[in-house]
């Protein structure tokens, strides 16, 4: 793999920012789209825009054949035994909601259990808030490190008869922590517990394979991923989405529909009414096309290897504070860290004064940041796409943040 070929790929990252050539440093944000992507979502308008699974016209059929296909990839990429497992949704937020509000809230009682991370994204821990607050479960926390690794003693602890649920990232969008969710996954269905995971930061960086992690659902964003932004994936276990209740419903979701009551189609149609996202998933298709042709081991190794070489490079930085796994441990591809006496908002405006764009702010995680004992944090993640000399660049903007704020302050 050849990051400088493949960044060729992408036309938005030749631009310069504010006179400088644009290092782009947030793909856990979410991640740019290669030429492909872009013609197939232009060609789809240009050519076969028409809905889905309606018309017999031509376009009609092409548009259904090209959304189905791309249902296909998908369970393709993530090892899913059937197409009919895979639920297009809006993004990995829609996706969990629809566990929560089609599954969770029918299935869990007052005195049952969500077992949870204090690291967990804001939209893998709202919903089971909304879920305990509507049918009386409780919420339990497990045992975490500042470094956000998980024992897998604690977890086995804290499971129990009164698990019903444990809704758990793969990957620490803020602290790059890889769990070892096969090793939870098994523990949880020990005490009869379903896993829900967060992939979010996993599926796009690393192989992903459902049925070796044993989850029972799994969430992702194409936007992450080299898809268009407004598709996502929600996989389930058959049995468990067959069990699950749509969360809207309308045109296209339905069976028969009466004048007192409607019946809805199989999984996982009854999960898509209305004109579905058919371009999304038709770009996420073919971004998932391009994946398989960098291939997924080799993004996920030159994921690691950008994390580590950022790890060494950033250590020597006086002043600098990096959360997460220490240089030397497995961390996915990102680093998320503080300069003392800056607020990461001021580092991030300086940095994109030289063309680098990092991410500043809580992450979407305010229960990690108080369990760190910060408001707010910055973040440089990676993608195939970047090389070692924008980490370099990163870390001279660093300097150069260093010594504006030396002077202002001064």
């Not at 930061?201 to 049925?211: A, I, L, R, T």
């Not at 080299?226 to 598709?231: E, I, K, R, Y």
């Not at 409607?262 to 999960?271: A, D, G, L």
């Not at 250590?315 to 990096?322: K, R, T």
Request: proline content about 4%.
């Amino acid at each position: 793999m050849n990051p400088l070929e493949l960044k060729r790929d992408f036309p938005i990252l030749e631009q310069e920012i504010n006179g400088h050539p644009l290092v782009y440093l947030d793909s856990a944000a979410t991640s740019q789209k290669p030429v492909s992507v872009l013609k197939a979502l232009q060609r789809y308008y240009e050519t076969d825009n028409a809905n889905v699974h309606r018309g017999v016209h031509t376009l009609g059929s092409r548009a259904t054949e090209a959304y189905e296909q791309a249902r296909e990839k998908v369970a393709d990429f993530i090892g899913a035994e059937s197409p009919e497992q895979i639920v297009f949704t809006r993004g990995t937020t829609e996706s969990i909601n629809m566990v929560a509000y089609g599954f969770a809230r029918h299935q869990l009682h007052a005195g049952d259990e969500i077992v949870l991370t204090v690291a967990e994204h804001h939209s893998n821990l709202v919903p089971w808030q909304q879920v305990a607050r509507v049918t009386g479960a409780t919420l339990t926390y497990l045992p975490m490190d500042k470094s956000g690794v998980l024992d897998l003693d604690d977890v086995r602890a804290t499971l129990s008869s009164k698990t019903k649920l444990v809704a758990i990232q793969h990957v620490s969008n803020v602290l790059g922590t890889i769990h070892p969710v096969r090793d939870i996954a098994r523990l949880a269905h020990e005490v009869g517990a379903l896993v829900v995971v967060d992939g979010a930061q996993s599926v796009p960086h690393m192989p992903v394979d459902v049925k070796d992690l044993d989850c029972d659902f799994l969430a992702f964003s194409g936007h992450k991923m080299c898809g268009p932004t407004g598709v996502g994936v929600l996989y389930g276990k058959r049995t468990w989405l067959d069990a699950m209740e749509p969360t809207y419903f309308g045109g296209e979701m339905i069976d028969i529909v009466e004048l007192q009551e409607s019946t809805w189609k199989e999984t996982p149609w009854k999960f898509e009414g209305g004109t579905p996202i058919i371009a999304g998933a038709i770009g996420l298709g073919v971004a998932i096309d391009y994946l398989h042709q960098v291939g997924m081991e080799a993004i996920h190794e030159h994921d690691l290897q950008l994390a580590s070489y950022a790890m060494e490079k950033l250590s020597v930085v006086d002043g600098l504070e990096i959360y997460g796994p220490s240089l030397g441990e497995t961390r996915a591809g990102l680093v998320t860290f503080n300069l003392k006496g800056i607020h990461p908002h001021d580092v991030s405006t300086v940095l994109d004064s030289e063309g680098i764009a990092i991410r500043a702010g809580h992450h979407c995680a305010q229960p990690l940041m108080r369990h760190l004992g910060v408001p707010s944090t910055a973040r440089a993640s990676f993608y195939f796409y970047n090389t070692e000399s924008d980490i370099d660049a990163l870390v001279a903007s660093l300097q150069s943040a260093k010594e504006f704020f030396a002077h202002a302050i001064g």
